[in-house]
């Protein structure tokens, strides 16, 4: 299932996390193999994606479904670099204007499983 935008891999990896959590183990679950955008809003709807301490989900692994929406700027910044005969090793935060939109495109995808982040407005 690696690499599948479907919803059925979606299923898949919800069916198999629901057959994990019916065993009671210690510990919380994170599902991996056929995560994709529609995981988290999946798990959410069925209650699952819960803190990871009352054991429920606690994460997502995103393999393809994470470095996708990155890869046009990693690709980018390769390209820079192969460019840049002088240039040490690649790195995006060398790169102000590559790095905003990965951060960006990755903040997309933990917003869709943690929420958006509260941040505090003053420091003591």
């Known amino acids: 299932m690696s690499g599948d935008l479907g919803r059925g891999a979606t299923r898949a990896a919800v069916r198999l996390a629901q057959q994990v959590l019916a065993l009671s183990l210690p ?5 991996a193999g056929g995560t994709n955008a ?3 809003s999946k798990l959410t709807a069925l209650g ?3 803190p990871p301490r009352t054991g429920g989900i606690g994460g997502i692994a ?7 929406p990155l890869t046009p700027y990693l690709d980018a ?3 820079r670099w192969l460019a840049d005969a002088d240039a ?3 790195k995006l935060e060398n790169c102000p204007d590559l790095l905003a939109h990965a ?5 997309a995808l933990v917003t869709s499983l943690k929420g958006q982040p509260e941040f505090a407005t003053s420091v003591d």
């Open 103 to 107: 951060i960006t495109a990755a903040q």
């Open 48 to 50: 699952l994606l819960v």
């Open 38 to 40: 529609y995981t988290a």
């Open 27 to 31: 510990g919380y679950v994170q599902p």
């Open 88 to 90: 040490d090793s690649p």
């Open 77 to 79: 910044l390769e390209d």
């Open 62 to 68: 995103y393999g393809s479904a994470a470095r996708s």
